[in-house]
């Protein structure tokens, strides 16, 4: 595709519920990168994959959250008993090469409501 | 948390005027980038701006870089109803950290 894709766009939990998302980086792109958005507020920065190694999750607030790129490509976060304090909008970027150059291209996002 | 303040948090202008947010980080920095965000949608990558350089531009918009203050400017200049949206400064921090580190942002309403 032309950009970085995301699904779902939206999402409802119940509290305590797993829930996964995806996202499809540009094609070609080694960087990807997931941060987190609260109502507001810029986004905080969660993880960071360069092809499918996981260079960076420094970022992930507790270890209820679990990101992959098993082929180098597409990205999964999870979150495992979601929490109120959870909901926000999750944002994948992803970058052609060593990110510290080059701009990163932001999908659309997925809203998490945590009920 | 935020490690960058943006000023003003909230800015209103009529339709072709200029418009100017402000941007302070705390960190030495490879580069840093303004992105603009609609209401519910992702970021759209405006302009960057590497810490070597002290001014870019692109069409309409000025970007300048201090960083002995830790400082970067936005100029839209001949604001439309358009450019309404939230922007944001984001920086890589020099060294290893690949991420972004974002400012906490500007919302920026356009008056027709």
């Known amino acids: 595709g032309a950009g970085v894709s995301q699904s779902p766009r939206y999402k409802v939990a119940k509290r305590g519920q797993d829930v996964a998302l995806r996202c499809d980086p540009i094609?070609?792109?080694?960087?990807l990168f997931w941060y987190q958005q609260a109502l507001g507020q810029g986004p905080e920065f969660l993880t960071y994959?360069?092809?499918?190694?996981?260079?960076?999750k420094s970022g992930l607030p507790s270890d209820r959250f679990f990101a992959e790129r098993p082929e180098g490509s597409v990205s999964t976060l999870k979150i495992q008993r979601t929490q109120q304090e959870d909901s926000a909008v999750y944002l994948c970027?992803?970058?052609?090469?060593?990110?510290?150059?080059?701009?990163?291209?932001f999908g659309p996002g997925t809203r998490l409501t945590v009920l | 948390s935020q490690q960058g303040e943006e000023d003003p948090q909230a800015l209103s202008i009529q339709e072709g005027e200029n418009a100017t947010m402000n941007c302070s980080y705390k960190?030495?920095?490879?580069?840093l980038q303004w992105y603009r965000q609609n209401s519910g949608r992702g970021l759209v990558h405006l302009i960057l701006i590497r810490s070597n350089e002290r001014e870019k531009h692109s069409g309409r918009l000025r970007v300048t870089l201090d960083t002995s203050k830790k400082s970067s400017s936005l100029l839209i200049t001949a604001s439309r109803a358009a450019d309404t949206a939230s922007y944001f400064c984001a920086w890589t921090r020099s060294g290893s950290a690949r991420q972004l580190t974002f400012g906490s942002g500007t919302q920026l309403t356009v008056l027709p």
């Open positions: 970027a992803s970058s052609l090469e060593e990110a510290t150059r080059n701009e990163q291209f």
């Open positions: 960190t030495s920095i490879n580069n």
């Open positions: 994959f360069q092809n499918e190694a996981q260079l960076d």
């Open positions: 094609s070609g792109h080694v960087s």
